[in-house]
T-cell receptor, first 116, second 110 residues
Framework: DAMVIQNPRYQVTQFGKPVTLSCSQT?????MYWYQQKSSQAPKLLFH???????NEADTPDNFQSRRPNTSFCFLDIRSPGLGDTAMYLC???????????????FGAGSRLTVL | GDSVTQMEGPVTLSEEAFLTINCTYT??????LFWYVQYPGEGLQLLLK?????DKGSNKGFEATYRKETTSFHLEKGSVQVSDSAVYFC?????????FGAGTTVTVRA
C-alpha cells in the first residue's frame, strides 16, 4: 500500500545532542510537510517542500532544519534539541497542481521525540 | 491570520450516544474545511472535508456542514461506537497548508 513512513517511531535524546528524523513516501507526492505536535496541542507547521523548493514558517526556530534529497525522502534535523522540543513530529504529503485548493494531506504515524 | 477554534474536551460518551464537536473558524477568502482523526499511537487521518459553503462532508457515519454564515463546521455522529474513541481535529486550508484546532479527545465507553 502507498503510504508515508516515519522512522524512528520513538527517539530519546540528550539535551543538545543532534537528532535526525526521517520520512519516506511511496505516493509520489510533490509536497512534503513537517509538523510539530506537543502534548494536547494542535499540530504546528514547521516547514514544507514544494518539489525542491523549501518553505520555512516564520516562527520555526533556526534549530530546526530539513533536507529533501529526492521526491521520496525528507529529513528533519534538530541541531541542538532543548527540553521544549519534546513532541510528536508528523510528516505529511500532498499532491498539488497549484497551491490553492482542497489540500488533503496524508500523514505518517509520527516520531515521538523525548529530550532529557 | 487564519485560525480554528474547537470545543474543548475531553468528551466521554456511552456507546450509541449522539456526538457533537463544535468547530468555528476565522479566515479570509473561501477556505476548505476538514476533520481529521487521530487514533491512539497513530498519525492523523482525513475523516471528511467540505470545499465550499453549504457542502456536507460525510464518512463512517460522521457528518459536518460548511456554514459560511456562522463560520462553523460542527462534527456530528448519531450513534458512536467504542472504536470512535480518538482525538478529532478541525482544520482549514486556505492555500498550501492546514491550520488545526487544538483537538478534542473523545472516549466512548461500552
Amino acid at each position: 500500500d502507498a503510504m508515508v513512513i516515519q522512522n524512528p517511531r520513538y527517539q530519546v535524546t540528550q539535551f543538545g545532542k543532534p537528532v535526525t528524523l526521517s520520512c519516506s513516501q511511496t505516493l509520489n507526492h510533490n509536497v512534503m510537510y513537517w509538523y510539530q505536535q506537543k502534548s494536547s496541542q494542535a499540530p504546528k507547521l514547521l516547514f514544507h517542500y514544494y518539489d525542491k523548493d523549501f518553505n520555512n514558517e516564520a516562527d520555526t526556530p533556526d534549530n530546526f532544519q530539513s533536507r529533501r534529497p529526492n521526491t521520496s525522502f525528507c529529513f528533519l534535523d534538530i541541531r541542538s534539541p532543548g527540553l521544549g522540543d519534546t513532541a510528536m513530529y508528523l510528516c505529511a504529503t500532498s499532491s498539488l497542481i497549484t497551491y490553492i485548493g482542497a489540500n488533503v494531506l496524508t500523514f505518517g504515524a509520527g516520531s515521538r521525540l523525548t529530550v532529557l | 491570520g487564519d485560525s480554528v477554534t474547537q470545543m474543548e474536551g475531553p468528551v466521554t460518551l456511552s456507546e450509541e450516544a449522539f456526538l457533537t464537536i463544535n468547530c468555528t473558524y476565522t479566515a479570509t477568502g473561501y477556505p476548505s474545511l476538514f476533520w481529521y482523526v487521530q487514533y491512539p499511537g497513530e498519525g492523523l487521518q482525513l475523516l471528511l472535508k467540505a470545499t465550499k459553503a453549504d457542502d456536507k462532508g460525510s464518512n463512517k457515519g460522521f457528518e459536518a456542514t460548511y456554514r459560511k454564515e456562522t463560520t462553523s463546521f460542527h462534527l456530528e455522529k448519531g450513534s458512536v461506537q467504542v472504536s470512535d474513541s480518538a482525538v478529532y481535529f478541525c482544520a482549514l486550508s486556505n492555500d498550501y497548508k492546514l491550520s488545526f484546532g487544538a483537538g478534542t479527545t473523545v472516549t466512548v465507553r461500552a
